[in-house]
């Protein structure tokens, strides 16, 4: 059985784009900057891991890392 | 001859695309796409001695590269023109480059965060219906000299806190240094001295008259160790903002409407499922990009093998890595739900676009309004359509019908 989902947002490359908090707003947030960070501890709770995986797909900056713990 | 033609040196028209490309050939403004098939298909990256000489990475890799690259890459001369003045007007943080360009950028990013935007949207949706009221009846319109054109400009004058009214000064401006300014120094010299002059004015009101829009917030950042920006600095960015604000995302709001004008497919789909718009937007923006930036080489280094000298210009065109089907599959198609999307539309890299969260909003809101309104249109025969030529490419004039089709 697949274990549950992790995602990490590298603050080294992130850049703003702001894709992934378009497209999976309960998983991703925001700073002053516009810059985004995973929410909590990033584990991605059941029923979002296809929201991790497209917003992961969609980072123009391949700042996101999903990880299945 | 007319007096427009005599005014431009004008470019031999292009023999060979590979080995003498011009991004300002009437052909690669009217239609690039195949134009970067060519090329891309000769090599990852290819020169022309046009523009002083310049090189041009054809794929999404290299533009990466090279966008991610500071230190060998400088951003001090963003455009690709006919001359290379010594001192181009600086834009920060566009034309910064690290370690200046941090500061200068996290300035300007929190006016700009989706948040941000949201608070600007009902603004930008009643621009939107005030264009349309205008027009909607006449059954056609010109939509980018009577829509497009003025939802950046006002919704950018609204959050500077100058008058919208202006817009047609900006638009002029603009037009001067990024399309004439390309081949014509004085042309760009001018321009820029205007709208120096014409935000100095606004600066200094507000030196006594302080305001809450962002020229104020400009005015009273501070730097790191507690100091006011220099008036250049605010002037700077100011003109940045207009400059980048304004015919980008006209281009990008027209580019859809274009497309969605000529493929009745999109359009019904689009207004049948209106929950589409998000991914519908990100893929217009990257079929449509209009944005095409420049490097100055600081240092020796490669582009994908290709040894390149300090002095040397990279054309770094963002819409044709958004065209490589390396990255994208079916990159010439659009297709609206696309779901991986990696596009480069803002830039990739520490320069990615300021005011892409407004581009998008302004887009969005663009799009719903008039979908909502005009849900049947589709390009005029009787009309042209004619694209912007250089670094911003989009419609200029785009005569569209409204209703079905009888």
Known sequence: MAGKLKIRVDQDKCQGHARCKSLAPELFELDEYGNAHEIGDGTVPAGLEDKAWLAQTNCPEIAITVTEE | MSDTE????????????????????????????????????????????????????????????????????SSRRVIVRDIRPEQTAKAPPITSDPPEHKPAKQLLLPPFTPDAMKKLEPRVRAICNELID?????????????????IPVRAIAHMLGIPEKDGDLFINWIHEILELGIKSQETLMKAATEMDTYFAGHIEHRKTHPTDDLISTMMNARTKDGQPLSDEHVRGSLRLLLIAGIDTTWSAIGASLWHLAKTPVDRERLVREPSLMPLAVEELLRAYSPVTMAREVMKETTISGCPVKPGNMVLLSFPAANRDPKMFPDADKVVLDRKENRH????????????????????????????????????????????????????????????KTA
Request: hydrophobic share 40%; aromatic share 12%.
């Open chain 2, 6 to 73: 005599s005014f431009l040196p004008e470019h031999p028209p292009v023999a060979d695309w590979v080995n003498d490309f011009d991004h300002t050939d009437p052909r690669w403004t009217e239609n690039p796409f195949p134009i970067w098939d060519e090329l891309r298909a000769a090599s990852p990256v290819v020169h022309t001695e046009r523009f002083l000489g310049c090189y041009m990475p054809t794929t999404y890799e290299a533009v990466r590269a090279i966008a991610n690259d500071t230190e060998h890459f």
């Open chain 2, 134 to 150: 205008e027009f909607i009846a006449d059954g056609k319109c010109d939509a980018a000299a009577r829509y497009t054109k003025h």
């Open chain 2, 344 to 403: 480069a539309a803002f830039g990739l890299g520490i320069h990615r676009c300021v005011g892409s969260n407004l581009a998008r909003m302004e887009m969005t809101v663009a799009l719903e309004e008039w979908l909502k309104r005009i849900p049947d249109f589709r390009l005029d025969p009787a009309g042209k359509v004619t694209w912007s030529e250089g670094t911003v490419r989009g419609p200029r004039q785009l005569p569209v019908l409204f209703g």
